[in-house]
């Protein structure tokens, strides 16, 4: 889950300015302290002007990825991903919301979702800030409200790169993309008010599949998966929810008989890939929704989750002023999605501009398996340090104690020296001082370039500076 688009962290700073990202100056990357005094007073992110205060926290290499928009980006396997998607949900009663601006209120990204105050996803160790009152989108339902507020169709979805503060490894990024769809019915509009006879009418025309559905659970479970009683009826959400489910199910067989015909071109089909395909149906809690699921799918030998689902929350409809709809929500993550669908075994390939891994991608009309174009060796370092502890200032110019330390801030140090250079950071032992209490923690960094051989001179140079940038932004005492 690293930043940088082509890997060494010089290579963005020297493009500050062409990626159309400015500031008055550098932008210091404090986290959990207030912003040093030689940070800039404002921020030009994506055409806009934003103040800068002491919640912001988003650094450059973030910012320098804005305008890449992979989801947008002709015969790029995440554009491909989105419009592969984009064809199980058919205009015109379908709308594509594909170039929303990332940068949102946080009213947007969580008041009007129903936040609680105390939430995690709030926290400045999770989001990124560009001001107390402006983030970086975590999710598309950022845009849900305005999107129902438009009320200009049937059913959307939107694509867009969302933002978030996460671990370094082969399967996360601190940039991705997600897809989020709904279909709404208006009681106003349904022949007679029947919304649930209109849903089933529609569920009528849709196609059928031969999938192995697994689905034991009930509909509507008063403590798991509850009914909103003060707004749907048993009968209408039976409805949406046999919609809902034979919708994304068709998302499926569309997906993986690509793939398997992918893996067949590239003859590394095995036996199990030839099982017939199944699917199974998770309760699950969503806020957004009630009742709500988990997809997984068998594939390969194990269940794989997917995409999460449900009835959309009423309250989200009524204070969009159309409280007369009702429908289903889904959302999943392309990058996700495109790594099945590609063999792709890294998330850090798809920020490469490497030709030999564009030139492997065309179009939905053939989907390929990706290509390993090279694998260069990993070099291991590990970095001990202790916490502070409240009575010791570890480190000098202290920036966050043992309590308010979390495990992100490390990862967003790592980052911003190793960009795509680093391909996963694990702790790997912790202890604390059976007198003094202070907490020691050992994190094993894996630099690893995905284009060219690391060399260890290299490696130990970015690791002297990610102990150094420990130390100066986290107040932590090497051991």
Known sequence: MTKASTGALCLVHSRWIATGVRSSWRLSTSFNADLPEASPSSLEVDGRTHQTDSWTNVPQSILSLIPRRLHLQPSHPVSLTRELLESCFPSPTFAY???????????????????????????????????????LRTHTSAHEAEIFRQ??????????????????????????????????????????????????????????????????????????????????????????????????????VELFCRAKLASAA???????????????????????????????????????EILGCGVTKQDLLINAGVPDQMGWAF???????????????????????????????????????FKPFSRHPGCHKDVSFWLRSSSNSAGGGLRSSAQAFHENDVMEVVREVGGDLVEDVRLVDEFQHPSSGRKSLCYRINYRSLERTLRNREANELHERVKGDLVKKLGVEIR
């Open 266 to 304: 590239a003859n590394t089909l095995d036996s199990m890939a030839e099982e017939p395909l199944k699917v199974r149906w998770v309760e699950a809690y969503f806020p957004f929704t009630s009742p709500s699921w988990e997809l997984e799918v068998f594939w390969q030998g194990d269940w794989l």
């Open 151 to 252: 009320n200009a169709s049937q059913g959307y979805t939107i694509s867009a790169d969302v933002y978030r503060r996460d671990a370094i490894d082969r399967s996360h990024y601190p940039v991705f993309h997600q897809m989020e769809g709904a279909r709404m019915w208006d009681r106003r509009k349904v022949p007679r008010g029947t919304l649930a006879k209109a849903v089933w009418d529609d569920l009528s025309e849709m196609p059928k599949h031969n999938l192995e559905v697994e689905d034991s659970s009930p509909t509507i479970h008063p403590e798991r998966n509850p009914l909103q009683a003060d707004h749907h009826s048993v009968e209408e959400v039976e409805a949406v929810s046999a919609h809902l489910k034979r919708s994304l199910e068709g998302v499926v």
């Open 331 to 369: 959302g999943v993550g392309l990058e996700r999605v495109a790594m099945l669908l590609f063999s792709i075994p890294d998330i850090r390939l798809f920020w490469s501009k490497d030709e030999r891994f564009i030139s492997q991608f065309r179009d939905i009309k053939n989907i390929n398996r």
């Open 97 to 135: 919301y594909n170039s929303l601006s990332p940068i949102v209120t946080v009213a947007q990204n969580f008041d009007s979702l129903g936040f609680p105050e105390d939430h995690p996803g709030r926290n400045r160790s999770d989001t990124y800030y560009i001001n107390k009152d402006t983030v």
